[in-house]
């Protein structure tokens, strides 16, 4: 189907109602509750997120982004509404017509972006020292656990007790890279890595093939830039080896 017979639609939505969303196979958005007589997908993926920053997790400690295609001979049946603002657009679909809306769905509903509430105190107790500004992070009202950015790249940030799973999951590789800590990746075999020898510690890419410190490759300057860029959606893995390795 051609891009122009469709509409790329956003919608927030908590954990709940995004496990119905996949056991329909990512094809339907599941019935109303009767409180909820309207459906509100938006038109705008930063609106989306918005809501479920502020909305979703502090509700549920999680909000999902989602995205999706309608056929536009559908949505031009329903007036674009702007919900507090000019630039804040969205369509009112009527519950009893959702199964319609559903059916007029092209292609599948893809998550997006997933965001978590505050990681708690004792996920750090026994976690290394990792740098200040990353603790902040992970414990502000919200943050961005994985997903795809603006930028086209998918990046997963993890807490410390994921990053300690994989740190003992990648027991041997530890051994050949002293102060490691994982503090994320690219959702394959690409880490994004700590030396916690150094006072601040630069942002690196690491395969999980890597069999030392020589092999890693720059990604930010700190975790400070790090986060920075992805919230402004603008980090991307960079490949390119460094001019000169790093010391082990």
Known sequence: MDDSETTTLWRPTGQAELDLVAASGWRAWPPRLPDQPIFYPVLQRWYATKIAREWNVPAGGVGHVTRFDVRRSYLDRHEVRQAGGRDVLEYR???GE??????HIAG???EEAEFRGPVGDDEFAGAP???AAWRAYLQSESWFRRGWLESGAFVELHPP???AELLEA??????LHPGLAI???????EQLVLDLR?????VLLVDITSDGWHNAIPQAAGVAELIERVEAGTFDFDFTDPAEPLPA
Do not use: M, Q
């Open 93 to 95: 679909i009527p519950a």
């Open 108 to 110: 599948v509903i893809v």
């Open 129 to 131: 020292a990792l740098p």
């Open 198 to 202: 150094e006072d601040d510690p630069p």
């Open 161 to 163: 007790r994921w990053s």
């Open 98 to 103: 959702l199964d319609e809306f559903n059916a």
């Open 183 to 189: 503090i994320g990746g690219n959702g394959s075999r």
């Open 170 to 175: 990648w027991e041997e590789a530890a051994g």
